[in-house]
């Protein structure tokens, strides 16, 4: 099993790109979390997914983020346009049903210059 | 509103020296409690789920342990390679968004 894939694991950019953050969930789960990590915000839900549709999008910080998942496979984070106050370690989770425990994928750095 | 806190901030040991971590929790109705470990540089990876007061798991030095009010992580004679931040998360009984806690930064010394 491969667990969690994400990518990129870097990503460095400039103030008003647009960044998209991929994952591929592990194979049979279908329930997929995008978090956000921080120093002064620690662990944050953004949003997650059952079975492709968007559950729960209440810790979307702002219009700015959107978040897909057009297939059980891959979904995509998207910031655009991007800020330096976005700089953070983006985290794809997935589960088997979304009660259950979530196994998470490596991160994906992003620094906003 | 849920709430999680997690005490101590960070822990420092002796190979060998045991101790506890301690998660406390504030939740409307706890489905249930889950602890994790990370690395830096990595992905919280699970160690365990608590349902209800009274419920123990163990996993090698690892046990976890859960009342109504909060849940221990006791660690029993601890080796260098358990240094890591141990995250506890509560998941509600109406849904599926995990709370987690800011995390305790353990490390073991040689």
């Known amino acids: 099993d491969a667990g969690v894939i994400q990518s990129p694991r870097h990503e460095v950019t400039e103030m008003g790109q647009e960044v998209t953050l991929r994952c591929k969930p592990i194979s049979g789960h279908n329930s997929l979390f995008w978090y956000r990590q921080t120093m002064m915000r620690g662990l944050e839900l953004l949003i997650y997914?059952?079975?492709?549709?968007?559950?729960?999008d209440s810790g979307m910080p702002e219009d700015r983020f959107s978040a897909k998942m057009p297939n059980a496979s891959f979904s995509t984070l998207k910031i655009q346009p991007s800020e330096p106050r976005d700089s953070a370690v983006y985290f794809c989770a997935s589960s088997f049903w979304s009660t259950n425990e979530q196994f998470f994928g490596p991160g994906t750095r992003l620094t906003v210059l | 509103e849920d709430q999680v806190t997690q005490s101590p901030e960070a822990l420092r040991l002796q190979e060998g020296e045991s101790s506890s971590l301690n998660c406390s929790y504030t939740v409307s109705g706890l489905r249930g409690l889950f602890w994790y470990r990370q690395d830096p540089g990595k992905g919280p990876e699970f160690l365990f789920t608590l349902y209800s007061a009274g419920e123990e798991k163990e996993k090698e030095r690892l046990k976890a342990t859960l009342t109504k009010k909060e849940s221990f992580l006791h660690i029993t004679a601890p080796k260098p390679e358990d240094s890591a931040t141990y995250l506890c998360a509560v998941q509600e009984t109406s849904g599926s968004r995990l709370t987690f806690g800011e995390g305790t930064q353990l490390t073991v010394n040689p």
């Open positions: 997914f059952n079975n492709n549709v968007p559950i729960d």
